[in-house]
């Protein structure tokens, strides 16, 4: 039986978990221009849900830190404000994903070995 | 759809004013594309559905800001909660000794009518100290200034503040009865001047010969609350740093310094004397010859007495400023 307490618990570890990761999740799929609601099925797509109201500001963030650049397309039936990521960015992200395997790496020996 | 008007307004209006526009496109482009999400339902519950999806406006707002607003942030709740309970513990010291002062020289009204401009005052008091102290954080928590030390250094194992001095520590008992011997002197000699002179008792009857001029008094006596007003925030200043240091020694100093000159100028000042003290007291006392006391004796040593606690004040300050300086 999982209690109620226990639950809440993982949940905000949960939580704490993917709030970590969703820089790196976002980044990843941003080799390309993407708009904000283009990214949130993409990303669904791949497995990860993503609440908008997270994810559009969260965009403008790592537009005013430079590390994304925007373009306003007028083309279609309504004007959007897509997203990708500049030189900056691109860098970042590299290195990010380095680090990544790292972690995985490190995380992989902790927990298949942990008692040990 | 109206609905969605009022979702976007809830949502920019918490925003600032330059992003506002671009955020209510954005978010209004965001419900079109989300449509998509429920194909099968009518326009009104597809839009419902996106908006309950979407969350409290005010969460929503709250991300696109980025930060929490405060108007005190925690990076300056203690000190703000410091400085109130000082300043709000220094009116109810001030304002209770006020008010015994009156209590006990106009008795001319009853004890409900003392009590009820006692709380009276005191609640003015308190919610004005309250009032400043708040604005002025709240004003400098929406400049972005972080009360405190140190804050533009990047912290180092010397940082690290030494465990002041046993006597290096200013003790709070002192500053509060600063804080009170200086209510009572102010009070008395700016409302009541004329208690302070010669008393002379002949025959039942009591007679008082004022020192002070109490015909010019309201002019001349503006001056005495300046140096209260210094002396308060003397007496403020060493409740806040709670240990001597350099700066707190130079911050006292001056204000002592000022204090004191501004001390020197009101009792230099002629009208501040009653001039015919010395003949008043010897017509009531049938004195001709042998009291020999001039007024400007008086004058000249009450002034020499405050230049010297003063000095000797402002020395032994400055000693603890140098001696115990943590920065050193």
């Known amino acids: 039986m999982v209690n109620k307490k226990e639950q809440e618990l993982y949940e905000s570890y949960i939580q704490e978990l993917r709030r970590g990761t969703i820089v790196l999740s976002v980044l990843s799929q941003l080799e390309e221009p993407q708009y904000g609601y283009s990214l949130v099925t993409r990303l669904e797509k791949k497995g990860l849900s993503i609440d908008p109201g997270t994810l559009y500001p969260l965009l403008r963030r790592l537009e005013k830190q430079k590390i994304l650049k925007s373009t306003w397309n007028t083309e279609g039936t309504k004007p959007r404000k897509y997203y990708e990521m500049n030189e900056l960015g691109k860098s970042v992200y590299q290195r990010l994903c380095i680090h990544w395997d790292n972690l995985v790496v490190t995380m992989n020996n902790m927990i298949n070995k942990g008692g040990n | ?328």
Do not use: C
Request: aromatic share 14%; glycine share 4%; proline share 3%.
């Open chain 2, 1 to 328: 759809m109206e609905i969605i008007e009022r979702y976007v307004y809830a949502v920019v209006s918490k925003l600032p004013e330059n992003q506002r526009d671009d955020i209510r496109e954005e978010i209004k482009t965001l419900i079109e594309d989300m449509k998509e999400k429920y194909p099968s339902d009518d326009e009104e519950t597809k839009v419902k559905k996106i908006l309950v999806e979407l969350g409290d406006p005010n969460l929503l707002a709250e991300r696109y800001r980025g930060t929490k607003r405060y108007i005190i942030g925690p990076k300056n709740y203690n000190q703000y909660m410091f400085i109130l309970k000082i300043v709000l513990g220094s009116i109810l010291i001030a304002i209770t000794v006020a008010s015994l002062i009156q209590v006990i020289f106009v008795s001319d009204s009853g004890f409900f009518s003392h009590m009820a401009s006692y709380i009276s005052s005191l609640f003015y008091g308190l919610l004005q100290g309250f009032a400043w102290v708040t604005i002025i954080f709240a004003i400098m928590e929406y400049q972005g200034v972080v009360v405190g030390e140190n804050q533009n250094k990047t912290w180092s194992l010397k940082s690290l503040p030494k465990i002041p001095n046993k006597n290096a520590k200013i003790s709070r008992l002192e500053s509060i009865l600063g804080i009170l011997f200086l209510t009572i002197f102010t009070f008395v000699l700016y409302f009541f001047p004329e208690i302070l002179g010669f008393y002379i008792v002949e025959e039942g009857i009591k007679t008082v010969i004022p020192i002070f001029n109490l015909n010019h008094w309201e002019s001349v006596s503006i001056l005495l609350l300046v140096i209260f007003l210094i002396g308060i925030t003397r007496e403020v200043l060493k409740l806040i740093y709670g240990k001597w240091n350099i700066k707190l020694s130079i911050y006292y100093t001056i204000l002592s310094l000022v204090s004191l000159i501004l001390i020197v100028v009101f009792f230099i000042n002629p009208h501040v004397w009653n001039n015919n003290f010395i003949t008043e007291i010897k017509e009531v006392m049938n004195i001709e010859n042998g009291f020999d006391v001039s007024l400007i004796k008086i004058k000249s040593i009450i002034i020499w007495v405050f230049v010297i606690l003063n000095v000797v004040d402002i020395i032994s300050v400055i000693y603890k400023g140098v001696k115990y300086n943590d920065y050193a």
